[in-house]
């Protein structure tokens, strides 16, 4: 007679799990809607939820979705399709700040996690989108990595700090 494996996940691990999913489903339909003040802090809401409930390692992977569908979504124009790695890097950045400093002072880590995800998104968008576009277009274009990475940033932390207080999660 056959053996029969039983698979037990834990408690925790399916609770894990669960915020996970939710996360990431959050991360992949927010850019549906196409605009950015309002996908922006949604999706920055979401990497410092992920960050403060799951952990760097959620955080990490909810971050690596939002600039690939914002690609696919047309939220992000074709022509920036090099920055998708350096989105994710951005993403990473504000987490992995976000967490080693929100123990301290959360307020201090969200301020810290979005001045240098602008800090680096804008400086590499700089530089990419320079590369391969003119300077006409490549000002106007580069605006969406600019300023507007720093509000939705900071608006996401305060964001999060509501769904994480009051939301009980």
């Known amino acids: 007679m056959r053996e029969t494996k039983i ?3 834990s408690r925790e691990k399916i609770a894990f799990l669960t915020k996970l ?6 991360a992949v339909i927010v850019p549906l809607f196409h605009q950015q003040m309002i996908t922006g802090p949604v999706v920055n ?6 960050t403060a409930v799951l952990g760097v390692s ?3 992977l909810v971050g690596l979705i939002p600039g690939v569908i914002a690609l696919s979504v ?3 124009p074709p022509v ?3 920055m998708i790695p350096f989105i994710m890097i951005s993403n990473t950045i504000l987490v ?3 967490h080693f400093l929100k123990d301290k002072n959360y307020w201090w880590g969200i301020i810290m996690a979005s001045v240098l995800k602008f800090v680096f998104l804008y400086g590499t968008s700089s530089v990419v989108i320079s590369l391969l576009l003119k300077k006409e277009v490549a000002e106007q274009v580069s605006l969406m990595m600019s300023w507007p990475q720093l509000l939705t940033a900071l608006a996401g932390g305060c964001l999060a ?4 207080k009051w939301g009980k999660i």
Not at 161 to 164: R, V, W
């Open 96 to 98: 992995l700040t976000f």
């Open 21 to 26: 999913v939710a996360l990431l489903s959050v």
């Open 80 to 82: 920036l399709a090099p």
């Open 161 to 164: 700090y509501g769904i994480i």
């Open 58 to 60: 959620g955080g990490i």
């Open 7 to 9: 698979l037990a996940i």
């Open 74 to 76: 047309g939220l992000l």
């Open 45 to 50: 809401a979401t990497l410092f939820v992920a």
